[in-house]
């Protein structure tokens, strides 16, 4: 049983903030870079955020700098984004997605079923 498992996904007015989760199991997240993507209603799907595995450096899409933080909590086998100051734009389903490559978010071993997060007044 390898999976990802988002959480913390939901309705939140502009401006406001959420704490998204991506739990792990079946093997050790903190060997693998993890990061967050999203899909929005007709849009395709874009990268978000992504932290690499032991240095755990972060990188972000330009359009969530200064918002958004990835961190990890190795303990818990969970990544988790901090996201601050949502957006209408924000509005999406964001999963996270694990790769054994380590230092970057690409070639993804394994996908999370995505949690909702709908930004509204």
């Known amino acids: 049983q390898l999976q990802l498992v988002e959480s913390g996904g939901g309705l939140v007015q502009p401006g406001g903030s959420l704490r998204l989760s991506c739990a792990a199991s079946g093997f050790t997240l903190s060997y693998y870079a993890v990061g967050w993507f999203r899909q929005a209603p007709g849009k395709e799907r874009e990268g978000v955020s992504c932290?690499?595995?032991?240095?755990?450096?972060?990188d972000y899409a330009d359009s969530v700098k200064g918002r958004f933080t990835i961190s990890r909590d190795d303990a818990k086998n969970t990544v988790y984004l901090q996201m601050n100051s949502l957006k209408l734009e924000d509005t999406a389903r964001y999963y996270c997605a694990a790769s054994s490559y380590g230092t970057h978010c690409v070639g993804q071993d394994y996908w999370g079923q995505g949690t909702r997060v709908t930004v509204s007044s």
């Open positions: 932290i690499s595995a032991g240095d755990g450096n972060t």
